[in-house]
Structures are given as C-alpha cells and as structure tokens.
C-alpha cells in the first residue's frame, strides 16, 4: 500500500510529511490527504514511487573506498 511506503519513507528520512507532498506530488496536503483516504490515481501513485526511490539513491552515500 502506497501510505504504508510514504510512512517508512518519511521516518526514515526524517522528512515533513508536507515537503514530502510538495517534492513528489507537487501538493503539501497529499499525505494528510491519503490519510483521509484520497485514492492517488496510477501515475501519481507511480510518480511519488520514483520519487522515493531516487530521493534514497541520492542521499545514499559512496562507500568508502581506499
């Protein structure tokens, strides 16, 4: 389910749920609106799930090579 990945998104990143809305949905209410019970269509669902997943490719860290 889309709200139960925003969720462990948004703890592990430590992210306000509202700049997460504005960054992947373009809209700062969309998590507290999901918590309500909006039902994204597919590609919103499908946009917020890139986003996610590039967010976390590009915060991971190189590894320490030496």
């Known amino acids: 389910m889309l ?13 306000p749920l509202t ?10 209410r969309f998590v507290a609106d999901l918590r309500n ?11 917020v799930i890139e986003f996610m997943n590039s967010h976390i490719a590009d915060t991971k860290e190189p590894a320490d090579v030496r």
């Open 19 to 28: 700049k997460f809305g504005r960054l992947a949905a373009h809209d700062p």
């Open 3 to 15: 709200l139960r990945q925003i969720e462990r998104f948004l703890r592990q990143t430590d992210m």
């Open 37 to 47: 019970g909006r039902m994204p269509r597919a590609a919103m669902e499908a946009r």
